[in-house]
């Protein structure tokens, strides 16, 4: 028996649900226990504000520092604390409304990072894309088959991902946001998946 296999690659658009804030209280100080307290004023902040928009277990601490700081001349003038934190929220209009609160109530004490939106669900994108991979898999397969002077009978193997990397293509699953205003944008994400289809070839 004759086949052909063929990888097909599909992809749909969703709108992201959910941002995810990458930011920092950061203070300076003489000393580092000046700079440390002066940080954690602005930490607690941060968590109370945070506090307002989304869920506890949404506000996670990813880290604490303190270093010595030196001017452009290589001086040092002190010491700086940053606490680090990523935060969640579901809701996006609640997480534009937060940043803005962040900037009002922390001050120069805030340092954002990033900020990302999220898919967590897809709402039928993943079966969307799967599908436009099959089709595209179809459609590849019986082009070469024309051109072997044969056509497509049954299908023997079907394989999401690409065969030749053992696994399913990753889903891009995230969109920056856009600059507007203040506000966040959601704009859309795509997701993408593969399918390997083996077809028998028949005269």
């Known amino acids: 028996m004759h086949t052909v296999t063929v990888t097909g690659t599909g992809t749909s658009k969703v709108t992201p649900d959910t941002a995810v804030v990458r930011l920092a209280a950061v203070a300076r100080g003489a000393t580092v226990t000046e700079a440390y307290e002066a940080m954690s004023s602005s930490a607690a902040s941060v968590v109370e504000v945070a506090g307002r928009h989304t869920e506890e277990r949404r506000v996670a601490s990813t880290g604490i520092t303190v270093w010595p700081w030196h001017d452009h001349s290589g001086v040092r003038q002190g010491y700086e604390a940053r606490h680090t934190f990523v935060i969640g929220c579901a809701d996006l209009a609640e997480a534009g409304v937060m940043l803005g609160e962040l900037a009002r109530e922390v001050g120069d ?36 088959a024309r051109m072997a002077g044969a056509g497509l009978g049954a299908v023997q193997t079907v394989v999401e991902g690409d065969a030749g990397r053992g696994g399913p293509v990753p889903m891009p699953k995230t969109a920056m946001m856009r600059d507007s205003g203040g506000g966040l944008e959601p704009g859309e994400a795509s997701v993408t998946t593969s399918v390997t289809v083996v077809w028998e070839l028949v005269s």
């Open 109 to 144: 004490g805030l340092a954002i990072d990033g900020v990302a939106l999220e898919v967590t669900e897809d709402h039928g994108a993943g079966a969307k894309a799967r599908e436009a991979a099959f089709h595209d898999a179809r459609e590849r397969a019986a082009a070469l």
